[in-house]
Every structure is written in structure tokens, then in C-alpha cells.
């Protein structure tokens, strides 16, 4: 119902105009044409519109699904768990495995008043005396020592599980001085089991050399002529061209993190990284960022990666970049994606059927990405742009070439004798019209060395 008609509303109008210039009024009357006002009617009808539903008007309404639903204690320790390294849990499990087994062992050959507590259970004390008996005892399943390296990560690994129970005794901490036997006793066993000669060869993965790598593809275990090839084409260069590491990276690769362009006559490809072993996006790496690499396929011919990438991202669509590759001719892929087993020893089984000899494992990727940059003379920097290394631990996955080996032998080798001694000083003579005068001092022989060739200069007249 209409309380105000339109005639009404019209004069309601000119009345408020009016009042909005009061200045002009000059304390006048003003008058107003006849209408009639029922004052219950209006407040009825305003009654009215205050039971609107004001939400839609509402601009600080949050919108729907806009936050997360409550979560427990529980859920927040499964987030935690998940986004730890797979192999830190392992390798926390065996620490404490070793260390639990020890233990048992130790207490059933001892009287009830020489029970060793368990972990958990330790106090400060308990557990320096208890450590140090632990790092001199253990040993691996067949009696042989640990090597220093390994007895330490036996150590961190119990550290992490103390931690992970919300036991706050750091006994690798320098500065706690509760726990200064039990480093003496560690270093003084490391120092031990070194000078034995137990742990000082590092077994590491053998890189793939421009040889090797022309005889894969000669031999058909790169390139496109299979699907098992072609996998291992895209494993090999993953590795190799953008720095992944041997399993965990390639675990959660996924088709949509590789990138291809033409520009011009130009080819690229593009792989923009997520989390990795250098880049685990927390708290200590908030300032970081994820690995961006943009990789030039050089000019086109029947190795060009570009179309390699191409052929094999079309084939498997969008999501796991690794599927199981189906036998025969022809490339054709199942929906099924790879196993974790079957891809962690991809390189294995291609060097193995090339006929190679040496460690080879799917860490030689990334270290043939290192070592191939190295020996190319690639800055530094640069090298660690590609294999995603922030420290100079990139330095382990370098290894020199032959050739440079060599010219460092050479360097240290003894000086020449005889003929090869006079060849080295007729050379000189040769060229020395080209050298400027040396001012030297008779009662001293002043000597320069000339690649392994001892040159004596005399003064005119002296010798």
C-alpha cells in the first residue's frame, strides 16, 4: 500500500528543496499546498522495511568458502608429517632402530641395576654417558664398524627423534657443556675409525660422458624409436639440462611445469620448479624462490630436445610427467603412472644395457649436468643456476676431465733431463730476442721456470 500518493510525495519534495536552502528562507513563512499525513501508517510501513534481511547489504559479510574449515592437533601434525623429506623419516626410523636394538642387546648381557632407560626416558646425565657407550659399541648387521660419516648421521637421526617428541637436550650443540664428554668421545671415535681407514673412500655416482651419451644414442637408448627410449630420453635430460636430482624430484614432476617456445628460428624450453632438496619453501627459505631455468635447444636437427619434449608432453597430456611406457614398436603410453621403483633405476638399466662400467644411478644425471658445465670452464655461479646448489657443495658433483687431469701431472712432474732439457732451452734461445733485458745481479743466478725446464741466465761476463 501506498501511504503518499504522487501529488503528496511532489509537495514532500519541494518542502525538503526548501529546507536545503535554508539560508534563503530569511526567517519567512513557508507554505505548502494541502495534504494529508497518517503518522501511524508511515511508522507501520518503516517497521516494514527494518525486517529486510540485510545481509546483501552487508560489506563486511565475508564471502562463502573463504576460509578453511577448524582443524585439530591431530590434522596438524599429519600437515607436518607430510611435508617432511621422506628420507629424513627413514632415515630418523633407522637411527632409532640401531640405536633400540643396541640397547636391548646391551641390557640383556647386564644385571637389573645396568639397564639402560630408553630414550625418552633420559635425563642429561643418563644421556651423555649413554651416547658416548653408544658411538664406541655400535656396529653395522655383519660386526663391521660405521664409518665416521654414518656414525654421525646415527646421532642426528636420534637427535631429530627426541625432537620430534617435543625433548628439548641438543647434545651436537657446541655450547652445551652437559654434553661435552659425549662430543669429546664421537670426534675422538670419528678421528679412530679415519685413521683405520674406515669411511675415507666415498663410493659416488660416475657421470655420463659426451661418449657415453653419443653411444646411448647410437645404441637406441635415447631418442624417439621407442617408448622406453623416449622416457629415458626425458629422464637423462631432466637431470642434465635442469639439475634434478635422482628420485624425490622426479616423483612430483608434473607435464605442466615444462614450458616450450619458438621464438624466431630460437627453440626453448622452459622448466619452472616447486619444491625441491635446496628449496623446501619454508620459514628459512621465505626470501627464496623457485628454480626458473630456460634452456636454448640450439639449432634444429634430429636430436633437438625441443622436439623430444614436444612429442612426448603431447603424448602423455597434462598431469604425472612419467607413465608407464608400453612394449613394442611405435610410442604408446599407458594412463598407469610409472612406479617408484622402475623409475628409480632408469639410468641403471639404460648404462647397463649399453654395456657401461661404473656407478651409474640416477644421481648421474645431476652430475653430469655439473660436470659437463665444469669442464666447459662455466663460471661457477652459473653451474649452480642449473644443478640448483646454494653452497659449494656443487664442488662435490664436479669431476675433471682426463685432459685436465693431466695438465695437472704435468705441472707436477719432475724437470726434464737430457734431450728433453736442451729442446726446452733451444726454445728459449730461440725466443729470447722477444724477452725484455733482465737487470740481474753477478753474484746471483736468477732462475725462470718455463714449463718444467730449468733456464739458467748468466750476466756478460759472469758465470
Not at 660419516?149 to 652445551?176: P, S, V, W
Not at 670426534?187 to 653411444?215: C, F, W, Y
Not at 608400453?326 to 654395456?355: H, P, R, T, W
Request: hydrophobic residues 30%; glycine residues 8%; charged residues 25%.
Amino acid at each position: 500500500m501506498d501511504v503518499l500518493g504522487d501529488s503528496d510525495d511532489l509537495i514532500l519534495s519541494q518542502a525538503l528543496e526548501s529546507f536545503e536552502n535554508f539560508d534563503e528562507l530569511d526567517e519567512k513563512d513557508v507554505e505548502f499546498g494541502n495534504f494529508t499525513f497518517d503518522v501511524d501508517e508511515f511508522l507501520k510501513e518503516l517497521e516494514k522495511q527494518d525486517n529486510i534481511k540485510t545481509e546483501q547489504y552487508d560489506v563486511r559479510t565475508d564471502p562463502p568458502e573463504r576460509f578453511g574449515k577448524p582443524v585439530n592437533s591431530t590434522e596438524i601434525k599429519e600437515l607436518h608429517k607430510s611435508q617432511e623429506s621422506t628420507n629424513t623419516r627413514r632415515n630418523t626410523s633407522w637411527g632409532v632402530k640401531v640405536f633400540d636394538d643396541w640397547r636391548k642387546s646391551r641390557n640383556a648381557n647386564s644385571g637389573l641395576e645396568m639397564q639402560l632407560p630408553d630414550l625418552l626416558s633420559c635425563s642429561s646425565q643418563d644421556l651423555d654417558h649413554i651416547l658416548s657407550c653408544f658411538v664406541i659399541e655400535c656396529r653395522r648387521a655383519d660386526g663391521s664398524p660405521y664409518p665416521p660419516k654414518t656414525l654421525y648421521q646415527l646421532c642426528a637421526a636420534i637427535l631429530r627423534f627426541m625432537r620430534d617428541n617435543e625433548i628439548d637436550l641438543n647434545f651436537l650443540d657446541g655450547k652445551d657443556m652437559r654434553f661435552r664428554n659425549f662430543r669429546k668421545t664421537l670426534d675422538a671415535r670419528m678421528k679412530q675409525l679415519a685413521t683405520e681407514g674406515i669411511g675415507v673412500t666415498i663410493r659416488q655416482a660416475d657421470p655420463i660422458s659426451p661418449e657415453m651419451e653419443n653411444a646411448l644414442w647410437e645404441g637406441g637408448h635415447l631418442g624417439m624409436k621407442t617408448s622406453v627410449a623416449l622416457t629415458n630420453t626425458i629422464f637423462f635430460y631432466n637431470c642434465k639440462l635442469f639439475g634434478l636430482r635422482g628420485l624425490d624430484e622426479h616423483r612430483s614432476l608434473v607435464t605442466e611445469q615444462f614450458k616450450l617456445d619458438k621464438i624466431s628460428d630460437k627453440m626453448f624450453i622452459t622448466f619452472y620448479g616447486r619444491t625441491s632438496k635446496n628449496f623446501a619453501g619454508g620459514l628459512n627459505q621465505r626470501n627464496l624462490t623457485a628454480k626458473e631455468v630456460k634452456h636454448d635447444c640450439g639449432p634444429d636437427g634430429p636430436r633437438n630436445l625441443f622436439h623430444v619434449y614436444q612429442t612426448y608432453t603431447d603424448m602423455v597430456g597434462p598431469g604425472s610427467m612419467y607413465r608407464r611406457p608400453l612394449a613394442g614398436e611405435g610410442l604408446k603410453y599407458s594412463k598407469q603412472v610409472m612406479g617408484v621403483n622402475k623409475l628409480g633405476k632408469i639410468i641403471k638399466d639404460m648404462c647397463s644395457g649399453a654395456g657401461f662400467h661404473g656407478n651409474f644411478s640416477n644421481h648421474s644425471g645431476k652430475r653430469t649436468c655439473a660436470t659437463n658445465l665444469f669442464q666447459s670452464g662455466i663460471e661457477e655461479q652459473l653451474v649452480m643456476s642449473r644443478t640448483g646448489h646454494r653452497s659449494t657443495a656443487v664442488r662435490n658433483y664436479k669431476r675433471p676431465s682426463q685432459e685436465q687431469l693431466s695438465a695437472v701431472s704435468m705441472a707436477l712432474n719432475p724437470p726434464k733431463l737430457g734431450s728433453e732439457e736442451n729442446e726446452c732451452a733451444a726454445e728459449f734461445e730461440d725466443n729470447n730476442s722477444k724477452l725484455p733485458k733482465l737487470m740481474v745481479d753477478p753474484m746471483r743466478t736468477p732462475m725462470i721456470n718455463i714449463t718444467n725446464c730449468n733456464v739458467h741466465i748468466f750476466d756478460a761476463g759472469n758465470k
